[in-house]
Nanobody, 121 residues
């Protein structure tokens, strides 16, 4: 059983910063790409940022230059540093990870429970 546990959400004023963390825990698993998605009320879930096990990154255009994704492979943890936050960044943020329980033969998507980020104007 593998779990993704997120932390770091909250309420912040426009222009402020937050740092999200997501730790994967369980027995005998491997992680590949890890990332963050968000879903605002009435909108579809969208990719915010992703990072491969080798460190290659991908960002949504709306967050480029403001958000930074990073990971600690030894801790199986992914981070999202969010700077210059704007009200339109308000959403529930979900951690996602590609995880294998059989040393890379099969990969499946796992999701965290979500953490609320609210940016006030």
């Amino acid at each position: 059983q593998v779990q993704l546990v997120e932390s770091g959400g909250g309420l912040v004023q426009a222009g402020g910063s937050l740092r999200l963390s997501c730790a994967a825990s369980g027995r005998r698993f491997s992680t590949n790409t890890m990332g963050w998605y968000r879903q605002a009320p009435g909108k579809q879930r969208e990719l915010v940022a992703a990072i491969t096990s080798g460190g290659s990154t991908n960002y949504a255009d709306s967050v480029k230059g403001r958000f930074t994704i990073s990971r600690d492979n030894a801790k199986k943890t992914v981070y999202l540093q969010m700077n210059s936050l704007q009200p339109e960044d308000t959403a529930v943020y979900y951690c996602n990870a590609q995880i294998s329980l059989d040393w890379g033969t099969q990969w499946n998507d796992y999701w965290g429970q979500g953490t609320q980020v609210t940016v006030s104007s």
